[in-house]
């Protein structure tokens, strides 16, 4: 802050936000073998051809953004597989388990 790159608004903003771990996560994305391996109980299953879709637009989205909001399983592209996003694609306890997954990942940015 001495030097001007920050002030305490901005840094109030990061934290609210979820702090530098999910900012720089934003930016880099995360590692492809790293959300493969966090899904590894999910994916040593026989999955069906769509749920192996599903799982991979799962995958390269947290490659690019880092993140995802489930949410987004109700949008396109997942809508693109079944109307019904992901509980058309995936029985509810496997649902619960990928939010699980993902709520894990997020915590473990934000430390």
Known sequence: M??????ENRLAKLREEGGLGRF???????DR???K???????SKSLTANQTEFL???LD????????DPRRFYESPFTDIDDLGINGVF????????????????QAAAA
Do not use: Y
């Open 2 to 7: 001495e030097e001007g790159v920050s002030d």
């Open 24 to 30: 720089l996560r934003s930016l880099a994305g995360l």
């Open 33 to 35: 073998q790293a959300s």
């Open 37 to 43: 391996e966090a899904f590894s109980n999910l994916a």
């Open 56 to 58: 991979n637009l799962i």
């Open 61 to 68: 989205h947290l490659s690019e953004s880092g993140t995802i």
């Open 91 to 106: 029985e509810p306890a496997e649902v619960k388990s990928i939010v699980s997954t993902l709520k894990i990942l997020d």
